[in-house]
């Protein structure tokens, strides 16, 4: 017989644990067993009361907080936590005292609700979803809870991912447009696929083991409007997205069941889960899974414990929440007007365009419940078809999603030169930019006041950089805008920078083109804009420096040296005339003097500066740059003009959108 020493001792467990308070002022809970007797503290009062232990040494009782208040609490693995802490904070309960737990870990006590006291029975959930996007699945964090007012939305995996090995030398985008789906094969194929799959943690005992060894099954059951695939994870949390080798061992690796060698890539038959958990793993921690959405809705996703055959029924269930969407369900999608686009200046009939936008209805944009009050809209570069935009649209919202950014996030498209464009097309491209910055201008405007109060940030890409920037010059103002390896003259923001590249001032003692913004050149064009300016740059860019496709030169530099003043295709020919200063096109006989600023630069004007996307001085209206070489890798690749968006979110893209979410001042998970 042992002694406890002074003080009232109320339940005992199996283990020969026992529980109570302490006596005298002030008096604490307490926790007895072989080793002693330990005090476990109060929640910053001056009390508190052990009332019962369980035999997962789970202790439950009562404890005064600072304000002389009591609250229900839960003691584990050291820690004294309030019970109110560890429920909804919008639900309307005050758990005032834990009077009794079981082994199943449930909780009853006595509370108030909405102000009337109630008695409450606390359920433990054994599964759990990553709800507030840290990275981390917590059974006990409030923000990672789901109901159906909150449940966890999430993608379809319903795209259908290019391998890795083929998608530099064969493929313009890192996705087949296919109608086959990436769900529907039971298997991880890739590393990208792995963006299309989620965490999902469940928890079981050793009495749930006891069971199973009964003949009891455990199984994964979803609501009708929904169809999931269960994988095993190499471990938790993201590391499956952002480590290679955990990423490889994913698609790749093994593990042991019960001495059976599965594959870590190969889906679970979720009526029969115990057979993918191994007798060592009934311990009550978490055990991490992925699941790719392959049926699409809102409902439940149900960890069951059914009893033995020919009865079946589920003697025990916990669950989620979850909303399974299209992915272009959860962002807003706009095109620009006309959606074709409009003739060249050029051609025959030509007149200005009158330009706007629509908002693409079907599906649907979704807002989320908890969406914060941010928006980021996407304009992306030239010589992409529709499908391109919206994939790369897909693919950023994604590694934004991934970052736990949660405010808005909308693609702008416009129509540049696409489907076989080549350097020919890329000065017409450019004058559409132009035209379609006043779309862009009219449609942020719109989203504003849409939004209401929101923080309005941009990223554009490429080409996309030109549009945004003539929106800026018309008047938008924004919080911010990040320019992605811009295909913009460097010079346009600074008109007092060094005109330093020797092949482009070379170009111009052979044909003379204007320079000043003032003479119809692009110098010092965007210089007056007071939104702030953030350069991603790569020194060395494909498209913008040194790119070349079968062996001839393919980037912004060489067609600013080669293709100004520009000779269309079809016929006639722009000229300037440096001694009176008049742009002209010329077609046959007929002569045409420019005025329009936006055809004179971009028919006619060669920069002397490198693109703003390959240049790293800061200048004029742009601030700090971003070194993409330096800071991510980012390389002279033909994919790496595109590396946010081609590249594998494993290779180094998750310092890319840290590092876009921290320069818009932005929140994103810890």
Not at 336 to 343: I, R, S, V
Not at 359 to 371: H, I, M, R, W, Y
Not at 530 to 548: A, E, K, Q, R, S
């Given at each position: 017989m042992a002694s406890m020493g002074d003080v009232t001792p109320y339940r005992i467990n199996n283990l020969g644990q026992a529980v109570g308070n302490t006596h005298g002022y002030p008096y604490y809970a307490f926790l007895w067993e072989a080793g002693g007797l330990q005090t476990l503290g109060t929640l910053g009062g001056d009390v508190s009361q052990a009332l019962d232990i369980n035999n997962s040494s789970q202790v439950v009782g009562w404890s005064l907080i600072q304000d002389g208040n009591s609250r229900a609490f839960l003691w584990e693995d050291g820690e004294m936590k309030d019970l109110n802490e560890l429920i909804p904070q919008d639900s309307g309960w005050v758990l005032i005292t834990a009077t009794a737990t079981n082994d199943l870990g449930e909780i009853v006590g006595q509370g108030a609700f909405e102000g009337q006291e109630r008695v409450y029975l606390l359920k433990p959930n054994r599964i759990a979803v990553d709800g507030n996007r840290d990275g981390k699945v917590s059974f006990s964090e409030p923000s990672d809870a789901t109901d159906k007012d909150h449940p966890y939305r999430f993608w379809l995996n319903h795209d259908h991912d290019v391998p890795e090995f083929l998608r530099e030398f064969f493929l313009r985008v890192p996705e087949w447009e296919s109608t086959e789906k990436d769900s529907d094969d039971r298997i991880v194929k890739t590393r990208r696929d792995l963006e299309d799959f989620a965490q999902l943690a469940i928890r079981v005992d050793a009495s749930i083991k006891k069971k199973i060894d009964k003949g009891y099954q455990l199984a994964i059951e979803t609501t009708a409007d929904l169809e999931i695939q269960l994988y095993r994870a190499v471990k938790p949390g993201t590391g499956y997205l952002f480590n290679t080798d955990t990423a490889s061992d994913q698609l790749n690796g093994t593990y042991q069941v019960n001495g059976v060698t599965r594959k870590r890539g190969e889906a679970l038959e979720l009526t029969k889960l115990h057979d993918f958990i191994d007798a060592g793993e009934y311990t009550d921690e978490p055990i991490a899974f992925l699941f790719e959405g392959k049926k699409g809705g809102e409902g439940i996703i149900r960890l069951v414990l059914k009893k033995p055959e020919p009865d079946g029924s589920a003697?025990?269930?916990?669950?989620?929440?979850?909303?399974?969407?299209?992915?272009?369900?959860?962002?807003?999608?706009?095109?620009?007007?006309?959606?074709?686009?409009?003739?060249?200046?050029?051609?025959?009939?030509?007149?200005?365009?009158?330009?706007?936008?629509?908002?693409?209805?079907?599906?649907?944009?979704?807002?989320?419940?908890?969406?914060?009050?941010?928006?980021?809209?996407?304009?992306?570069?030239?010589?992409?078809?529709?499908?391109?935009?919206?994939?790369?649209?897909?693919?950023?919202?994604?590694?934004?999603?991934?970052?736990?950014?949660?405010?808005?996030?909308?693609?702008?498209?416009?129509?540049?030169?696409?489907?076989?464009?080549?350097?020919?097309?890329?000065?017409?491209?450019?004058?559409?930019?132009?035209?379609?910055?006043?779309?862009?201008?009219?449609?942020?405007?719109?989203?504003?006041?849409?939004?209401?109060?929101?923080?309005?940030?941009v990223a554009a890409h490429s080409q996309g950089g030109m549009l945004v920037s003539e929106a800026l010059q018309q008047g938008l103002m924004v919080d911010n805008v990040v320019l992605m390896q811009a295909a913009v003259p460097a010079s346009c923001y600074d008109r007092?920078?060094?005109?330093?590249?020797?092949?482009?001032?070379?170009?111009?003692?052979?044909?003379?083109?204007?320079?000043?913004?003032?003479?119809?050149?692009?110098?010092?064009?965007?210089?007056?804009?007071?939104?702030?300016?953030?350069?991603?740059?790569?020194?060395?860019?494909?498209?913008?420096?040194?790119?070349?496709?079968?062996?001839?030169?393919?980037?912004?530099?060489?067609?600013?040296e080669k293709e100004k003043p520009f000779h269309p295709q079809g016929g006639g020919k722009y000229e300037y005339k440096g001694a009176t200063g008049q742009s002209v096109f010329r077609s046959g006989k007929n002569k045409r003097v420019i005025t329009d600023q936006h055809e004179s630069m971009s028919m006619v004007a060669r920069s002397r500066t490198k693109a703003v996307g390959a240049e790293g001085r800061a200048m004029g209206s742009l601030g700090t740059p971003v070194d993409l070489q330096g800071a991510f890798g980012f390389t002279d690749s033909r994919i790496d003009h595109s590396a946010q968006f081609y590249r594998d979110i494993q290779d180094g893209m998750e310092g890319f959108y840290l590092r876009l979410i921290e320069e818009m001042e932005l929140e994103a998970s810890e």
């Open positions: 003697e025990q269930s916990h669950e989620v929440h979850v909303k399974l969407m299209d992915i272009k369900e959860m962002y807003q999608r706009v095109r620009a007007t006309p959606e074709d686009g409009f003739q060249a200046p050029y051609e025959s009939g030509y007149t200005q365009p009158s330009v706007g936008f629509n908002p693409v209805g079907t599906p649907a944009f979704q807002k989320p419940p908890d969406e914060q009050k941010e928006c980021i809209v996407f304009v992306h570069g030239w010589n992409l078809t529709l499908w391109e935009v919206e994939n790369w649209s897909d693919t950023m919202f994604k590694r934004l999603w991934w970052q736990g950014y949660e405010g808005r996030f909308a693609s702008f498209r416009w129509p540049p030169m696409s489907a076989g464009a080549t350097g020919k097309d890329f000065n017409r491209s450019e004058h559409r930019a132009f035209k379609y910055g006043t779309a862009f201008l009219a449609y942020v405007n719109s989203l504003k006041g849409e939004l209401g109060g929101y923080g309005m940030h007092d920078m060094a005109l330093d590249i020797q092949n482009l001032l070379d170009a111009e003692k052979k044909q003379q083109t204007p320079d000043l913004d003032l003479d119809g050149g692009y110098r010092g064009y965007f210089h007056d804009i007071t939104v702030p300016l953030i350069n991603f740059y790569n020194p060395i860019d494909f498209g913008l420096v040194g790119g070349t496709i079968f062996g001839k030169q393919a980037n912004w530099e060489n067609n600013q």
